[in-house]
């Protein structure tokens, strides 16, 4: 047996384990839920002047493709909050989206950091042209790291749809799909999704008819796992 052969059949045991373990972990989440309680994601105002009321179908849908194809109970619809809420606490999820700046508040950066590292987490969706003020912001919230490219045999691609990595969804300028995250204490705490634009292949097919079936399977199956790796992580 050569060294290859032996290379190539250790990573696709591996593949195999992190699949099953993610797969036991969703079940464990199933099994865990308590009547009555049910799972929705807040859509993050913010200032500074970007678009941050983006996708406004993106989540609803979102929410009805966990219901349809998980046992995940969900909200039927999106909440839209501040950082500085008080009701921050109760969505372990939290959606940015936009074109714009994004421009937070000294109180909304610590809101936002006491939130990510006391178990919350943060899905970002580059809709063309936020990536500058993103990453300027995030270079605020944890000015000690910088957002990591997350390789296609991490968790988040595979935990409960197969995938070879982040979906390209629209063009933008031809650069390939690129999943970016931050880490604390080795949790991925920040996922941010840069050219792909997940989120406009969430909304409702009349919004961006230039989006074929097959690219609008793509975004659902990635939106599938990303809340799947929340909850289960």
């Known amino acids: 047996m050569s ?8 990573l696709h045991q591996s593949k ?5 373990l993610c797969f036991l972990l969703f079940l464990t989440l ?3 839920q308590e009547a009555g309680e049910r799972f929705t994601i807040a859509q993050v105002q913010y200032g500074g002047g970007g678009d941050w009321y983006g996708d406004p179908s993106a989540i609803n849908n979102w929410l009805r493709l966990l219901r349809e194809r998980t046992e995940i109970e969900t909200a ?14 109760q969505y372990p ?27 919350g987490f943060l899905f970002v969706n580059d809709d063309y042209g936020l990536d500058k003020s993103f990453r300027r912001e995030m ?5 000690e790291q910088k957002l990591q490219p997350i390789p296609n045999a991490h ?4 935990c409960f749809y197969d995938l070879p990595g982040l979906p390209k969804i629209h063009e933008h300028d031809a650069e390939p799909a690129q999943g970016f995250g931050l880490f604390h204490d080795g949790r991925m705490v920040v996922f941010y999704a840069y050219s792909a634009d997940i989120g406009d292949g969430l909304e409702d097919p ?14 659902a199956k990635m939106a599938v796992n990303l809340a799947v790796y929340v909850l289960t992580h």
């Open 30 to 32: 199933i099994n865990s």
């Open 155 to 158: 968790p988040i691609y595979h």
């Open 206 to 219: 009349r919004t961006h008819p230039e989006d074929t079936p097959e690219v609008r399977e793509l975004a």
């Open 93 to 119: 999820m939290l959606y940015i989206v936009g074109h714009g700046n994004i421009r937070l508040t000294e109180n909304e950066v610590s809101a936002l950091k006491q939130y990510l590292t006391n178990g």
């Open 16 to 20: 195999f384990y992190l699949i099953l």
């Open 76 to 89: 039927d619809d999106r909440v839209i909050l501040k950082l500085t809420d008080h009701t921050l606490y």
């Open 3 to 10: 060294e290859n052969y032996k290379i190539y059949t250790k």
């Open 139 to 143: 270079g605020r919230v944890f000015p």
